[in-house]
């Protein structure tokens, strides 16, 4: 089995790290200069500092997602750690995985002869191969001096091999080992292991200095685990991933897109929405039905056999209404369905056990589960991935969408419709759903664009495809209240002789239209991927503009306003970027007049006490007490009026914030304050105590809207004498920080836009990733360090950016209805005056969900699809 390119790429970064490492016997050191390869600088950037919880022991970590082979890309690495890494007396490995499927599968691989793994490690190690599990260390079978010295001893384990009590039998005694553990006294072998005695299995071991395995390393962060990889005294870990921890030294990581283009996944995930569970059980058993019919035809050609399987998510017990396993499993076998081609595995239930399922023999076509299967189940035959719950249920599916993804023989079928998976759902909140599918992709180290919402709006007029099928149908529309109808042939296509439903040959004819896109894409992307790369470029957190994006937005500057400064006695002309600041170096608040504040005193708010109260030194609001505020308000009461109001002004100045404070000044402040109280009368002055921070909110809204309209009076005057001008000087970083990624819409401008979304800005999300003619979208988060904003008299970050395939700078902000104030003109008049000044190629619009203002620009979201995006180049 010859390895595919981006595994070749993967060993040959390994190669690279570890002879950086023997030149210098520094693991840190080796980390470092091997990132700076691809102009990376390990802790800056988004790009991890070296961990080094093993205290000088080299641990690197290599990403790879779920079905990219991660199993024989560590047998293909264990030649070249032994041949770069100094030499020891012993040739050890000690190959760790989480759960006991995934030992006994390894276990089974390694032993086979035949197994493309056994085949790679004899072929490297001249066939003086020995794999042994725990059951054998513990009795010394093939761990002897000799053996250790004279062949390559591969150990497979579990983490939980030395943490649990049963582990604790690796601590213990062994007298099958004492002839080791004393020879490696005598040549200085000897680790001396906390908590072992001196010839355990544990102690034996780290004597040999072995090298570590660690599959699957997301599960071996722990505190116990950590202690563990100490204790085996390793010269050298290496780690295999899809989702690598924070203590993770990724030194290669591999794309979904290399899995796709060697064919080794079935991507895209396409989801689909079904009106209920009896449409999601029925068009998941007419679907397997027709896959499978297509791969009959398929072995015809290639000699390959498919056998596709449907992974039927249950519900868990609840109400009456839940549909259970036990439930589901009884319906279909009452519908007719062979009992022996269903099976359940469950955490408590398994009646797949040690079943082969890709043999021609097996006859299982249905598995139910509840929440999540066991990694290392990815049955390469299972294709459709449905959940069965009520419609108001919330479905959890990001633990299972990992289980379908492998690609039967790591081969592509010309039937496209073989090579993706199909997810279908009832529930109710499908972008959830939707999400939940991205969550879990992430987890199986992939991202957003290997899931598309399939939108297949045809329904099915029932009636049975087949005879044999009638009692199914008729089973299921017992319990459903299903009516069959008559069938039309009009509404069906033919297929080999079966007749299919044309929801059903819709899913399908849908589904290879969207693998032909996104084959399309894979292919754009991988010629912009360099296969000498590590892929490191920082961590998950970090996301770059889109390969195919690159080129151009590089060379794409967006205007912003600059200001002219014109020379002076110390200063030379220059250009400056405008900053809204500027035009309050003439604002005088003394000089305002205070009509424009708003007080109402006729309320009563409470008193409020803002003070230290712990030990951290943050400010807190506390509520005084009925019988503080009574000793308050009665202390108050006893100042004169004079008093009152000096004390009122300090009170209220103290209220606002000291950002709002520094920008106005204290003298200002006080100056405009104490003019507001003096006009107040007694009532109003006696009200004060009680409703403190309402007087200060009223008047820090009305100095607020003074600046304001300075700032825009001024604006536009010195736009005018050509103090301002709007130049093309902002471009997009090439990375972003996401916190919170959104990866399900296309068409995006960065692999991941930020998810906080309103309603609005999710419709508008939605709008511009299905628009035909936009090229790419943003979503502008406000106040974000290196994002864009129109720096006008106000700072105006628009929601959205886009380009359309015309070229096209498009922004966009949306608008609740609850936001059609103020703010909103304030906005919608910068912008469409930055659009106007910035030219042809710019244009500003703010978009509202219903009911929009009556200004230029301005349109509700139906309008701006129709008006503006149905007719935009």
């Not at 016997?25 to 500092?49: F, I, P, T």
């Not at 010295?149 to 213990?172: C, M, P």
């Not at 390393?217 to 050298?236: E, T, Y």
């Not at 304030?826 to 203002?853: C, E, P, Q």
Request: with cysteine; glycine share 6%; proline share 3%.
């Amino acid at each position: 089995m010859e390895l595919k390119n981006y595994q070749k790429r993967v060993i040959q970064n390994l190669c690279g790290y570890l002879r950086k490492y023997s030149d210098c016997l520094d693991a840190r050191r080796a980390y470092e200069n091997h990132l700076a390869e691809d102009g990376l600088v390990a802790g800056q950037g988004g790009v991890a500092s070296y961990s080094d919880v093993l205290h000088g022991s080299p641990k690197v970590c290599i990403k790879v997602p779920t079905g990219g082979g991660k199993t024989f890309i560590a047998a293909n690495a264990l030649f070249p750690v032994f041949e770069e890494l100094p030499e020891t007396p012993a040739d050890v490995v000690v190959w760790l995985v989480p759960r006991k499927e995934i030992l006994r599968q390894t276990l089974r691989q390694l032993r086979d002869s035949a197994s493309a793994l056994r085949m790679t490690i004899d072929r490297d190690f001249a066939h003086c191969v020995e794999v042994l599990d725990k059951e054998d260390g513990l009795r010394g079978r093939g761990f002897t001096r000799t053996t250790v010295e004279d062949q390559l001893t591969i150990f497979v384990l579990s983490y939980d091999s030395f943490k649990n009590k049963d582990g604790r039998r690796a601590y213990a005694e062994n007298a099958s080992l004492s002839q080791l553990t004393e020879y490696q006294k005598e040549t200085g072998q000897y680790v001396d292991v906390d908590g072992a005695d001196d010839t355990a299995l544990i102690s034996a071991l780290a004597g040999t200095n072995p090298v570590v395995i660690v599959d699957e390393s997301h599960h071996a962060g722990s505190k116990l685990s950590i202690d563990m990889l100490r204790n085996l005294n390793p010269r050298f870990v290496l780690e295999l991933t899809a989702t690598p921890g924070k203590d993770a030294n990724v030194i290669s990581r591999v794309k979904s897109t290399e899995l796709k283009a060697e064919e080794m996944v079935k991507l895209p995930v396409i989801v689909y929405r079904r009106q209920d569970k009896k449409s999601v059980i029925q068009d998941a058993f007419l679907l397997q039905q027709q896959l499978e019919n297509i791969a009959k035809h398929s072995e015809k050609k290639s000699g390959r056999y498919i056998r596709p399987i449907v992974l039927f998510q249950a519900e868990r017990r609840g109400d009456n209404e839940a549909e259970t396993f036990e439930k589901l499993k009884s319906r279909l076998i009452d519908a007719g369905i062979p009992e022996e081609q269903i099976a359940v595995r469950t955490g408590s239930v398994d009646e797949l056990g040690d079943t082969d399922l890709m043999s021609r023999a097996c006859p299982i076509r249905f598995v139910i589960t509840v929440e999540a299967l066991a990694e290392g189940w990815d049955c390469p035959f299972a294709y459709i991935l449905a959940t069965v719950a009520n419609k108001s249920s919330k479905v959890s599916v990001e633990q299972l969408v990992g289980r379908i993804l492998r690609q039967p023989y790591a081969t592509r079928y010309p039937e496209r419709s073989l090579n993706i998976s199909y997810v279908l759902t009832s529930s109710a909140d499908f972008n959830q759903t939707v999400d939940q599918v991205i969550e879990g992709l992430n987890g199986a180290g992939f991202s957003k664009h290997d899931v598309v919402e399939g939108e297949v709006t045809v329904r099915p007029i029932l009636r049975p495809i087949q005879p044999s099928l009638e009692q199914a149908y008729r089973a299921l529309d017992d319990d459903f209240e299903l009516t069959l109808s008559e069938f039309d042939g009009g509404m069906a296509e033919q297929m080999g002789g079966l007749a299919v439903p044309k929801s059903i040959s819709a899913i399908v004819v849908n589904a290879e239209n969207l693998e032909r896109d996104f084959e399309s894409k894979v292919v754009e992307e991988q010629a912009h991927t360099s296969n000498s790369t590590t892929g490191v470029g920082g961590e998950k957190n970090m996301y770059a503009i889109q390969a195919s994006l690159v080129d151009s937005v590089n060379r794409l500057l967006l205007p912003q306003f600059r200001y002219h400064q014109r020379a002076g006695l110390f200063s030379d002309e220059e250009t400056l970027p405008f900053d809204r600041k500027m035009l309050l170096q003439n604002f005088n608040l003394a000089s305002c007049g205070t009509g424009c504040v708003n007080i109402d005193s006729s309320g009563f708010e409470g008193a409020r006490e803002v003070d230290i109260y712990d030990d951290s030194g943050e400010l807190r609001v506390k509520q005084l007490g009925v019988q503080q505020s009574a000793d308050l308000r009665s202390l108050f009461a006893r100042y004169t009026q004079t008093s009152k109001r000096s004390e009122m002004c300090n009170g209220i100045i103290n209220c606002m914030s000291i950002q709002f404070q520094n920008t106005y000044g204290d003298k200002g402040l006080k100056n405009f304050v104490s003019r507001v109280v003096d006009q107040m009368d007694d009532s109003q002055v006696d009200a004060y105590i009680d409703n403190a921070s309402r007087y200060a909110k009223a008047i820090v809204e009305a100095i607020s809207q003074l600046s304001a309209n300075h700032c825009r009076e001024q604006f536009e005057k010195q736009i005018d004498s050509g103090l301002i001008t709007l130049e093309c000087c902002y471009q997009f970083p090439l990375r972003i920080l996401q916190t919170n990624p959104l990866t399900i819409y296309d068409h995006s401008l960065y692999e991941a836009e930020d998810a906080n979304l309103t309603e609005i800005e999710r419709k508008m999300a939605e709008t511009l990733a299905n628009c035909e003619t936009i090229r790419w979208w943003h979503r502008v988060v406000e106040r974000k360090e290196g994002e864009f904003f129109i720096n006008g008299f106000i700072n105006h970050y628009p929601d959205f950016l886009a380009m359309t395939q015309g070229g096209l700078i498009l922004a966009i902000e949306t608008k609740g209805e609850q936001l059609k104030n103020d703010d909103s003109r304030a906005k919608l008049d910068l912008g469409t005056r930055w659009a106007m000044m910035a030219g042809s190629n710019y244009r500003y619009f703010m978009v509202f969900d219903h009911d929009a203002i009556d200004a230029s620009s301005s349109y509700t979201l139906a309008e701006f699809k129709t008006q503006i995006l149905g007719l935009m180049r």
